[in-house]
């Protein structure tokens, strides 16, 4: 089982267009990253959101964490086709000392001229 | 600051080959880890280092090994390469990860092994 799922797995959408991307968890976060992966590169960090109910915004980008810190969203409006990639959230659970960053296994968004 | 440096960027074996996927980073990174990327799959860990001479395995790391020696180098070895193999590889650093400590990931370009 996945520590984080993200939904949906796939999302094709039409420029202009609105979408929303979920990360969820049964496990509480002290925070999550959100990357972004454009095809033939390596991830790139987009946000790191840090307290229960915070909003970061990044231009026409949202970011939310949950206020019990288990889940997190991402929100695009008026979708462009250079937003096209894989978006990954990534988190240390609670409790860990030292330990490995888990990443959930993305949502491939696709926008169309 | 060329960050972390992933060769070859591409690679064809043969079933049953071995080799080593070279890792190294500039940035002095405790933290570092390598993955593996197939389509609809995301990332799934293979094998982490929080230090020289510190490794542990990840999701899938049947069939590879790693070892670091140094605090710059990470080296993923497929000791008899199968057609399972066949997927992008991708090696990360990053300053410790903790719950407090949440530190982003940099990541290479990208190994694209092919085993025939």
């Known amino acids: 089982t996945q520590l984080l799922e993200q939904s949906p797995q796939f999302l094709s959408i039409q420029e202009g267009e609105n979408l929303t991307v979920y990360c969820n968890s049964s496990?509480?976060?002290?925070?999550l990253q959100w990357y972004r992966q454009e095809p033939g590169e390596g991830p790139v960090l987009l946000v790191t959101?840090?307290?229960?109910?915070e909003v970061k915004k990044l231009k026409r980008l949202t970011f939310q964490f949950g206020d019990a810190r288990k889940d997190s969203s991402l929100h695009i409006t008026a979708a462009q086709p250079g937003d096209t990639g894989l978006y990954l959230c990534?988190?240390?659970?609670?409790?860990?000392?030292?330990?490995?960053?888990?990443f959930g296994r993305g949502t491939q968004l696709t926008v169309w001229p | 600051n060329a960050g972390v440096t992933q060769t070859p960027k591409f690679q064809v074996l043969k079933t049953g080959q071995s080799m080593t996927l070279q890792c190294a980073q500039d940035?002095?990174?405790?933290?570092m880890s390598w993955y593996r990327q197939d389509p609809g799959m995301g990332l799934r860990l293979i094998h982490y280092?929080?230090?020289?001479?510190?490794?542990d395995q990840g999701e899938v790391p049947n069939g590879y090994n790693v070892s670091r020696s140094t605090t710059e180098d990470f080296p993923l070895r497929l000791l008899s390469a199968a057609p399972s193999q066949t997927s992008v590889y991708f090696c990360?650093?990053?300053?410790?990860?903790?719950?407090?400590?949440?530190?982003?990931?940099?990541f290479g370009d990208g190994t694209r092994l092919s085993i025939l």
């Open positions: 990360a650093s990053s300053r410790l990860q903790g719950e407090y400590s949440n530190q982003p990931q940099h």
């Open positions: 496990s509480v976060f002290s925070s």
């Open positions: 959101v840090v307290t229960g109910g």
């Open positions: 990534a988190g240390v659970p609670g409790g860990s000392t030292l330990g490995r960053l888990y």
């Open positions: 940035m002095n990174h405790e933290y």
């Open positions: 280092s929080v230090g020289a001479g510190i490794t």
